[in-house]
Nanobody, 125 residues
Framework: QVQLVESGGGLVQAGGSLRLSCAAS????????MAWFRQAPGNEREFVAA????????NYADSVRGRFTISRDGGANTVYLQMNSLKPEDTAVYYC??????????????????WGQGTQVTVSS
C-alpha cells in the first residue's frame, strides 16, 4: 500500500507562485512514476504533469508547460509541483497520484493506482 499526502495549496494572486508537495510512504518507487492532476468544480479530473521516479523524465499538459515544473526528491520520497505565473484558470483541487510498479508518463487517471486527498489552489484575478 502507498499513502500520499499533499501540502502547499492556498490562495494566490494571478501571476504569483506556489509549490505543492506530495509525501509518499508505504513502499519505494524505484521503477515507478508519480503525477499531479487537478479538478475544478464541474470538470473532470485532468492531467497536469508526471515524472519517472528513477530517471526524472517528465511530461506536462500543454496548458501548464513552461509555467509548472515537476520534480522529485528520492531521499525524501517526495514529489513537488512548482507553479509559476499562475492564472485564475489554474484554480482547482490538485491531486498527487502514484504508479509504483512501472514507469509511465501517462495523462490518464486510470493508470495511477494511488491518490492523495487533494489540496486546494485558488488563483484570484
Amino acid at each position: 500500500q502507498v499513502q500520499l499526502v499533499e501540502s502547499g495549496g492556498g490562495l494566490v494572486q494571478a501571476g504569483g507562485s506556489l509549490r505543492l508537495s506530495c509525501a509518499a510512504s508505504g513502499r519505494t518507487f524505484n521503477g515507478g512514476s508519480m503525477a499531479w492532476f487537478r479538478q475544478a468544480p464541474g470538470n473532470e479530473r485532468e492531467f497536469v504533469a508526471a515524472i519517472g521516479w528513477r530517471g526524472g523524465t517528465t511530461n506536462y499538459a500543454d496548458s501548464v508547460r513552461g509555467r509548472f515544473t515537476i520534480s522529485r526528491d528520492g531521499g525524501a520520497n517526495t514529489v513537488y509541483l512548482q507553479m509559476n505565473s499562475l492564472k485564475p484558470e489554474d484554480t482547482a483541487v490538485y491531486y498527487c497520484a502514484a504508479q509504483p510498479t512501472y514507469f509511465t508518463l501517462s495523462p490518464f487517471v486510470r493508470v495511477y493506482d494511488y491518490w492523495g486527498q487533494g489540496t486546494q489552489v485558488t488563483v484570484s484575478s
